[in-house]
């Protein structure tokens, strides 16, 4: 760990899916397969399909440990952060010397773009849960909403998430991303359900806009659309809620750092900051003070609601 704070870890931040979640981020920021409109952290700065090791795994293993002996509380290790995770060729056994030193389970966020790889599929079938995504029910949908690389396609996406669904034993969690005038026709429901009967994942995760996004243009879908969306796809779909603060968890040391650690991976307002961190409201607003006046970071409204990020 640098003398500024952690490099790889953030949070716990207050995840809508997972609870606390301990992000642990394994590749530079904005190096993804996509380009998403609807992405929190901005545009894709470099947009690529080739796995490397970007981080050394001692080192990330290193902050977990001394993040465990502080005390830290988190309901789920989340490899995730400022791309997509599974471009880290060690990513398999990062998973495997996390379990060493912790039983807190491992879950792993992912655009599903990668599956294809038995490579990727092997690494991820190591994760206790993994939350893939699947926001469109044909290529002309994925292309708007997805901007995927140049050799990526619909058909391989899928192709890849059937043969991870045969190999993996665990929960796949999946999410829907819907956006207004993108993806909420009837015809579009029809084969996002269709799709999700073949899948058969554990869980059928519905998510909206909540947060600012890399295009201003974009529009959430309202809470009464939302509904009718999850009843046409199921019993196992489930709108994602947003989260209460959780004003009990214990404060484990945090700095300034810590605070701009979160804001580098995603927005977040006063109430995200205070519940992953564990900081009374007095405490939060006296760090992100601190890291105005540095210009580190800087605020952003979003349907009322204050959103600090990190500049």
């Not at 470099?46 to 993040?67: H, W």
């Not at 974009?218 to 809620?241: C, F, T, Y």
Request: with cysteine.
């Amino acid at each position: 760990m640098s003398k500024k704070g952690y490099t790889y870890l953030f949070g716990p931040v207050p995840s809508r899916r997972l609870g606390r979640s301990l992000g642990v981020d394994i590749v530079p920021m904005k190096t993804c397969t996509l380009d998403c409109v609807y992405c929190q952290l901005g545009k894709t700065s470099e947009k690529r399909l080739d796995r490397k090791n970007y981080v050394p795994v001692d080192a990330v293993i290193a902050e977990l440990k001394t993040a465990i002996a502080a005390g830290i509380e988190a309901d789920y290790i989340t490899i995730s952060g400022s791309g997509e995770p599974t471009l880290n060729s060690q990513l398999g056994r990062l998973i495997e010397e996390i379990k060493k030193i912790t039983s807190i389970p491992v879950a792993i966020l992912t655009n599903s773009t990668l599956f294809t790889e038995p490579a990727v599929r092997a690494d991820c079938r190591r994760a206790d849960v993994v939350l893939p995504s699947l926001d469109a029910g044909d290529e002309e949908t994925f292309q708007k909403i997805n901007r995927p690389h140049k050799d990526l396609s619909f058909d391989k996406l899928l192709e890849g998430l059937m043969a991870f669904r045969k190999e993996y034993a665990g929960q796949i969690w999946l999410e829907v991303f819907f956006i207004e005038d993108f993806n909420i026709g009837i015809e579009q429901i029809r084969k996002i359900k269709t799709l999700i009967d073949k899948l058969r994942p554990d869980k059928v995760q519905l998510n909206t806009i909540a947060r600012p996004t890399a295009e201003q243009f974009i529009r959430p879908v309202s809470q009464e659309k939302m509904q009718w969306i999850a009843e046409q796809l199921g019993p196992n779909a489930e709108i994602i809620s947003a989260i209460e603060p959780d004003r009990h968890i214990r404060n484990i040391g945090t700095k300034p750092e810590t605070v701009l650690a979160m804001l580098k991976r995603r927005p977040c307002s006063l109430d995200d900051i205070c519940s992953g961190l564990g900081l009374a409201p007095n405490e939060a607003v006296k760090y992100i003070g601190h890291l105005q006046e540095q210009g580190l970071i800087e605020t952003e409204q979003h349907q009322q609601t204050t959103f600090f990020k990190a500049t």
